[in-house]
């Protein structure tokens, strides 16, 4: 089992930046696969961007792309989402997510386990 904990959402103007993180706890940290995706009212949950457990393996949203940028620290367990040049279209509420069984990228259902999410709001 893997518990996920996401904090840092929260109000921002447009143009503004803010970082989420996510704290993952009962599992060997190193080996998981995460990503960041973020659902708006009545629209479907959508993928944001990935990371493996390898520094080579991201990916992004193309939407968010050169905007947002996600990193991870395996000594604090806990993987980051920086976001920067926010638009009120991102607000939204951020999930995290990990893949125990490899690099989950884009794909929710490769998902195994969900964070609570965290409310991220950019007014214009």
């Known amino acids: 089992q893997v518990q996920l904990v996401e904090s840092g959402g929260g109000l921002v103007q447009a143009g503004g930046s803010l970082r989420v993180s996510c704290a993952a706890s009962?599992?060997?940290?190193?080996?998981?696969?995460l990503g960041w995706f973020r659902q708006a009212p009545g629209k479907e949950r959508e993928f944001v961007a990935a990371i493996g457990w390898t520094a080579g393996l991201i990916g992004y949203a193309e939407r968010v792309k050169g905007r947002f940028t996600i990193s991870r620290d395996n000594d604090k367990n806990t993987v980051y989402l920086q976001m920067n040049s926010l638009k009120p279209e991102d607000t939204a509420v951020y999930y995290c997510?990990?893949?125990?069984?490899?690099?989950?990228?884009?794909?929710?259902?490769?998902?195994?386990?969900w964070g609570q999410g965290t409310q991220v709001t950019v007014s214009s």
């Open positions: 009962g599992r060997t940290f190193s080996s998981l696969s």
């Open positions: 997510a990990a893949d125990e069984n490899g690099y989950g990228g884009g794909v929710v259902s490769r998902y195994d386990y």
